[in-house]
């Protein structure tokens, strides 16, 4: 379980996140909606130690808060950034295998032939541009090779920041349908999302930040359901 109480976190002297109490049961997608500047990615900085914090963050009992960012992600806990951030020289496969240094070491040359065809097998698509550069390809393959190269990592919590940004609907439909088919092989997400409706859909439990204070939450079939929520967020989309 990942656990979060009273999270302090500051840039200068303006305060983002204003006393935290967040958490994300092993098994389940939590998301966290909110508008732009809410704190939403600040969050997911202070889980994976990018942000200097005040307050407790624990994954599975262990104290996150003095590691550093590489030790977060040896022992599970993987960010994936918004835009993407893959190496746009290297191929598909190559960006892939560097997902593996968090668990190998910058030396080693372990089996992760295991590991590949996993990631594979969600998303063909990489299969099929194994050998193409990272540069040449579309927005929402990038994003495939994004969340496949933090599967390599061998995660057991993804904390994923905007994965839908910037895609067309279509894509965007196809990646979360990809999202929950991780989530049924074991591992934990915590989703941050500006598209509500579906975050709410694929979620199991919900959270809603605005001025770095959490200020809705709930299982998210009921925190859809909530009337500030539908105005701020879900519009014409509401059922």
Known sequence: MLEIKDLHAFYGTIEALKGINLKVQE??????VGSNGAGKTTLLKSISRMVNT?????????????????????????HVPSGRHIFPGLTVRENLELGTINWRGPFGKPDFAHDIEN???????LKERENQLGWSMSGGEQQMLALGRALMGRPKILLLDEP????????????????????????????????????????????????????????????????????????????
């Open 119 to 125: 990631v594979f097998q969600i998303f063909p698509r």
């Open 27 to 32: 098994g389940q997608i939590v998301c966290l």
């Open 54 to 78: 005040t307050g407790i963050i624990r994954w599975n009992g262990i104290d996150l808060t003095q590691m550093s960012p590489t030790k977060v992600a040896k022992i599970g806990v993987m």
């Open 164 to 239: 839908s940004m910037g895609l067309a609907p279509v894509i965007v439909a196809e990646l979360y349908k990809k999202i929950v088919e991780i989530n049924q092989q074991g591992i934990t997400i915590l989703l941050v999302e500006q598209n509500a409706k579906i975050a709410f859909e694929i979620s199991h439990y919900a959270y809603v930040i605005e001025g770095g204070n959490i200020v809705i939450e709930g299982e998210s079939k009921h925190v859809q359901q909530d009337p500030r929520v539908v105005q701020a967020y879900l519009g014409k989309y509401a059922k």
